[in-house]
């Protein structure tokens, strides 16, 4: 199906504000919601609070006023898009429930983006980042089941595996690993940048999520996985926002992020099962078309360029939530020992990584592996779902 | 503080896994039938009425006593306790494959979950700030004490739901529950 949102006519920007009644949308059900409706929720605000992000820091930089006030006009509204996302997740779940949400939501979009993407080296970027998140889901269904006393898959509900991926004790690297190169903006393959700044979108949320929610546990061992984790995260965010092209000018860049949305909203109204919520993504899929508009004309008013230049001619195809449990067991048995040394990928662990790894364990062992000893202590064995049979890895199959 | 390895002696700790049983216990209801189904469903019963009950005995006074506001702390928490109850005494005696019980229980799973979050957020958060380790490990005897009332897991053999009948009917439960934690407590606190 052909979908150019660049020859669709939205909702105009001054019939977009919504009022406290409209903003008062009913949560989905913890405990019988599609598990992926669920992801799509979280992925979505990742990706509004990025277009919020951006705006102000594009304003931030902006010397026009008329500029300033355009995009102040076009943020409120994002704003409200958020509100209206991020509220669909309900009060009732915990915020470790919705932590391995996120995980979930990093798994299996960052599974799909690595299958899909075209270009090798930023393909390898998101297979590498894919494995982390993997064990972090791991680690945070253990912690998940000792507080709560409620297994993982209840949440993830078999669509997603838990078991180890790469040890996170190992994703603690000399931050200088961990810039990649970026693409050639002028030669990349329209989808790849819309993959980078959907990744890059989805971990930056999933970093000021754990920076925020850490310090609210109070058992010792939450709050220091969640330091831990919350700095991989950094990790991830300066790993993934190092593939986009520096030279994009902010006009361009602003283009990128509305196109995107665009892109999101139709691929999640497209593969909503949910009426109510495929309805918030069919409404705000409107609203962007029209802050789409706006970006172009900017665009063409202020750098001279057409947008067609740097856009695809249709949208991609839909971007799916789906298990990808196949694909990440062939990961887990291929790349589980990789490790970064400047913009490439190295099997060893170099002295810089060596160095990295003493002075942040300080000799002791991390709380991702301190927070196994404790689950094995509480119930004589590790919390896993492995619902395609034993582990390909053999030095992570579970000993008992 | 103790980890949470060591937390069957913190009674907030304790409280809160009961709240993950509870829950674990109400997918089992949904997703079982007949006489699967039927012993699940007591089990659920005994187990939420035991539960309140300890927190009726133990927590609540706690709270009550030692917490800025507790007083109406506790007046929310016992009128979205008495919510559920309501909820709950229409469904005590229901059958459970009636094609209405379903939707009866999503009702009572929802007022239930609320309340438990409800206490973990604005009760317990209380008592871990206004309780010392000993504190939290005598409240947590009595609630371990009304715990060994109620089982989680169905008992074996094909009579299961008949025997868990015959335990009796929930008002003696909370009686006997009531007793031993006051037992308890007398010892211990």
């Given at each position: 199906m052909t979908f150019n949102p660049l020859q669709q006519q939205g909702i105009p920007l001054d019939r977009q504000l919504r009022n406290w009644r409209e903003l008062d949308v009913e949560p989905i059900d913890p405990d019988h919601c599609d598990p992926y409706t669920r992801c799509r929720i979280i992925a979505m605000n990742g990706i509004e609070v990025e277009a919020i992000l951006f705006s102000h820091q594009f304003a931030r930089h902006c010397p026009d006023p008329e500029v300033k006030r355009q995009l102040a006009e076009v943020r409120y509204i994002e704003q409200q898009q958020q509100k209206v996302v991020n509220w669909l997740l309900p009060g009732l779940a915990s915020v470790l429930e919705t932590t391995i949400a996120y995980e979930q939501v990093a798994v299996d979009l960052t599974g799909w983006v690595a299958r899909a993407e075209p270009d090798p080296y930023l393909k390898q970027a998101y297979q590498f980042g894919v494995l982390e998140d993997f064990d972090h889901l791991y680690r945070y269904a253990n912690l998940?089941?000792?507080?709560?006393?409620?297994?993982?898959?209840?949440?993830?509900?078999?669509?997603?595996?838990?078991?180890?991926?790469?040890?996170?004790?190992?994703?603690?690297?000399?931050?200088?690993?961990?810039?990649?190169?970026?693409?050639?903006?002028?030669?990349?393959?329209?989808?790849?940048?819309?993959?980078?700044?959907?990744?890059?979108?989805?971990?930056?949320?999933?970093?000021?999520?754990?920076?925020?929610?850490?310090?609210?546990?109070?058992?010792?061992?939450?709050?220091?996985?969640?330091?831990?984790?919350?700095?991989?995260?950094?990790?991830?965010?300066?790993?993934?926002?190092?593939?986009?092209?520096?030279?994009?000018?902010?006009?361009?860049?602003?283009?990128?992020?509305?196109?995107?949305?665009?892109?999101?909203?139709?691929?999640?109204?497209?593969?909503?099962?949910?009426?109510?919520?495929?309805?918030?993504?069919?409404?705000?899929?409107?609203?962007?078309?029209?802050?789409?508009?706006?970006?172009?004309?900017?665009?063409?008013?202020?750098?001279?360029?057409?947008?067609?230049?740097?856009?695809?001619?249709?949208?991609?195809?839909?971007?799916?939530?789906?298990?990808?449990?196949?694909?990440?067991?062939?990961?887990?048995?291929?790349?589980?020992?990789?490790?970064?040394?400047?913009?490439?990928?190295?099997?060893?662990?170099?002295?810089?990584?060596?160095?990295?790894?003493?002075?942040?364990?300080?000799?002791?062992?991390?709380?991702?592996?301190?927070?196994?000893?404790?689950?094995?202590?509480?119930?004589?064995?590790?919390?896993?779902?492995?619902?395609?049979?034993?582990?390909?890895?053999?030095?992570?199959?579970?000993?008992? | 503080m103790a980890g949470i390895a060591a937390s069957d002696a913190d009674v907030v700790a304790l409280l809160m896994r009961q709240h993950g049983d509870i829950r674990n216990l109400f997918d089992e209801v949904e997703q079982s039938t007949g006489d699967e189904r039927r012993d699940a469903f007591r089990r659920l019963v005994r187990l939420l009425a035991v539960h309140e009950t300890a927190e009726e005995e133990v927590i609540h006074p706690f709270t009550r006593k030692s917490v800025a506001g507790g007083e109406d702390v506790v007046k929310d928490r016992l009128a979205e306790e008495k919510a559920a109850k309501e909820t709950l005494a229409r469904l005590d005696d229901a059958d459970t494959d009636d094609p209405k019980f379903l939707s009866e229980l999503a009702a009572l799973r929802a007022e239930v979950m609320a309340h438990a979050r409800a206490e973990e957020r604005y009760e317990f958060i209380h008592i871990r700030r206004s309780a010392d380790p000993a504190r939290l490990a005598s409240l947590a005897s009595g609630i371990k004490a009304a715990e060994a009332m109620a089982p989680t897991r169905p008992h074996p053999g094909t009579e299961s739901a008949k025997k868990n009948l015959a335990l009796g009917p929930v008002a003696a439960l909370v009686d006997r529950t009531r007793d031993a934690v006051r037992k308890t407590m007398g010892k211990d606190g």
């Open positions: 998940y089941e000792m507080i709560e006393h409620r297994k993982a898959d209840a949440i993830v509900e078999g669509l997603t595996e838990v078991m180890p991926g790469r040890p996170t004790k190992l994703h603690h690297r000399h931050p200088v690993d961990n810039v990649r190169e970026p693409y050639d903006r002028a030669t990349v393959d329209p989808l790849s940048r819309l993959h980078a700044l959907t990744i890059m979108s989805a971990e930056q949320q999933t970093m000021n999520f754990y920076m925020n929610v850490g310090p609210q546990y109070m058992e010792p061992i939450a709050r220091q996985l969640y330091q831990e984790i919350g700095l991989i995260e950094e990790e991830h965010v300066t790993h993934y926002e190092s593939l986009v092209d520096p030279g994009e000018s902010w006009w361009e860049q602003l283009v990128h992020h509305e196109y995107n949305e665009c892109y999101l909203y139709h691929s999640f109204m497209e593969t909503e099962p949910d009426p109510k919520v495929k309805a918030i993504w069919e409404l705000h899929l409107n609203m962007e078309l029209e802050h789409l508009r706006i970006a172009c004309d900017l665009m063409r008013r202020h750098d001279g360029r057409e947008p067609q230049e740097v856009l695809a001619p249709e949208l991609p195809n839909v971007l799916t939530f789906e298990p990808n449990k196949a694909y990440l067991r062939e990961l887990l048995d291929t790349q589980m020992d990789l490790t970064t040394l400047g913009t490439g990928y190295v099997r060893e662990a170099h002295e810089r990584f060596q160095r990295m790894q003493e002075q942040i364990h300080g000799g002791e062992e991390p709380p991702s592996e301190r927070v196994m000893v404790q689950h094995r202590e509480m119930f004589g064995r590790e919390y896993r779902s492995q619902t395609e049979g034993e582990h390909p890895d053999a030095a992570s199959r579970e000993r008992s | -």
